[in-house]
């Protein structure tokens, strides 16, 4: 689904991604995690094209980024995207950031959109709330929101660039409930969290960073059992004394 | 120390003064602010644009207007236009271009320099998240400027657009230099006319004021009700 192929990406001098090679299999669940600062969001963002990068490419259902003839909007509306900062249009109602997309890039008529963005409001627990401003919810309320929004789109992979981190800590779990739920439901996913128990649960893989590098890319077990690198027990044994 | 003055003059010419001076000023003013509005965005997009030669042409257009001043404008555009058109259309003779249509090209021209630095402030206020947000659903560039970017920052900067649209509605006196019938022009005629000079000015003081003032007043009005909820 996803095949991220010797990617390497600078900041003038800076080098923040050092050959990236991994993939994603449909139907898979990947974790991405690494200190701050290690390239696992811009690795992330390079994937629909947010990022751009120097050398190597990435293909998204056999369609290459590098490729010239590449419609990258086309190719983003098909990969569903959840940020940090949640990214919910304020200007516009619940109901309207929803629809949006659907009917202006994916070119449906109001009714099915309407329909759509009313299912998935249930679906995220929100449906009483279809009518506000995204500035009259909480954080962990627009984020299922931005969940929501990106479902509607109907995608083939989902990428989640650290869902939770600016959340309050008691809305975290209203937003990884709804990950949980996708993931079980077969949904292909990448996603870049500090949540190790979010990776616990549903990971397939998990991938760790450092510097710009893909230091580990291992199963679920073999990353919280036995991580070869050090640097990788290092972090573990940080974030999970707590 | 008013008794020799006669403010009558007011009431026989306020019809005229009315139908001919304030509509033109008005329609001016809303026409010019529109148009320069739009102008002002496209000039403010070339800008923020990564197009090097677009961003070199909008800040050239931007620093050029604003160095020169407006009367100068008003003037060149007021006897060129006619050339210009001759050159651009290939007629054997300058085309004749109407007062008020006159006006309004140089005022929208003009003005779009204003407003292109405030909406550029408007579109920068606005977090680099939205734009990532809306390519991420599919948009292209244009539909993500026009359903999102613009639309918050035009409410952003509304009252600061506003607060232009007065200072423009006073400016559109200085047509007076190639003798348009503008409310000022309206009432220094008549006040030559009846030889009622202090009244008129007097008169035409006040009515500024008082739709400047009003004017104002909307603004921060507005400032509060359309205030995005964040």
Redesign the interface.
């Known amino acids: 689904m996803i095949e991220i192929d010797n990617v390497s990406k600078w900041y003038g001098d800076f080098n923040v991604l050092k050959h990236c090679t991994t993939s994603v299999t449909k139907g898979e669940v990947v974790v991405v995690c690494g200190p701050s600062g290690s390239g696992k969001s811009t690795l992330i963002k390079t994937v629909?094209g947010?990022e751009e990068f120097q050398e190597g490419d990435i293909r998204v259902d056999g369609t290459a980024l590098k490729d010239k003839s590449t419609n990258l909007?086309?190719?983003?509306?098909?990969?569903?995207?959840v940020?940090q900062?949640f990214?919910?249009?304020?200007?516009l109602k619940i109901t309207e950031n929803l629809c949006?997309?659907q009917m202006?890039?994916?070119g449906r008529d109001r009714e099915t959109a309407m329909k759509k963005a009313t299912a998935l409001l249930e679906r995220v627990g929100l449906e009483a709330h279809a009518h506000k401003?995204?500035?009259?919810l909480s954080g962990g309320q627009q984020q299922r929101v931005a969940i929501a929004?990106?479902l509607c789109?109907d995608p083939i992979v989902m990428l989640f660039d650290e869902p939770t981190s600016a959340l309050d800590p008691e809305m975290v779990n209203e937003v990884l409930d709804v990950m949980v739920e996708l993931a079980r439901e077969g949904m292909t996913m990448m996603v870049v969290t500090h949540e190790m128990g979010f990776a616990r649960k549903v990971a397939n893989r998990v991938i760790f960073m450092d510097r710009g590098e893909i230091v580990e890319d291992a199963t679920k077990d073999d990353f919280f059992g036995k991580p070869r690198s050090e640097r990788a027990q290092q972090f573990l044994s940080k974030i999970l004394t707590h | 120390m008013f008794s020799d003055f006669d403010f009558g003059v007011i009431q026989r010419s306020l019809p005229y003064l009315i139908k001919e001076g304030l509509t033109f000023t008005l329609t001016l003013t809303a026409l010019s602010t529109i148009g320069g509005v739009i102008l002002g965005t496209l000039i403010a997009m070339a800008r923020l644009s990564s197009y090097r030669v677009l961003q070199v042409a909008g800040a050239g257009y931007v620093n050029f207007l604003r160095s020169l001043p407006l009367v100068l404008v008003i003037f060149w555009f007021y006897f060129l236009m006619p050339y210009i058109l001759q050159w651009v259309t290939g007629a054997s003779s300058p085309v004749p271009v109407g007062a008020f249509a006159s006006a309004l090209i140089t005022f929208t021209i003009f003005e779009a320099a204003y407003f292109s630095e405030i909406m550029r402030a408007g579109i920068q206020s606005i977090?680099r998240?939205?734009p990532?947000?809306?390519?991420?659903?599919?948009?292209?560039y244009w539909?993500s400027m026009w359903?999102?970017i613009l639309?918050?920052a035009f409410?952003n900067m509304l009252p600061v657009i506003l607060t232009q649209t007065i200072i423009l509605f006073q400016d559109t006196s200085l047509v007076y230099v190639v003798s348009l019938p503008d409310f000022l022009g309206a009432a220094s005629k008549v006040a030559q006319r009846d030889g009622r000079l202090v009244e008129m000015y007097i008169f035409a003081a006040i009515v500024y004021f008082i739709i400047s003032f009003f004017a104002s007043w909307l603004v921060k009005r507005l400032q509060a009700r359309i205030a995005?909820?964040?």
């Open positions: 629909n947010l909007p086309k190719l983003r509306s098909r990969v569903g995207m940020f900062h990214e919910l249009f304020p200007h949006l997309g202006k890039v994916l401003f995204p500035g009259q929004r990106a789109m | 977090p998240g939205q990532a947000a809306a390519a991420a659903l599919g948009m292209n539909q359903y999102i639309p918050q409410r995005i909820i964040r």
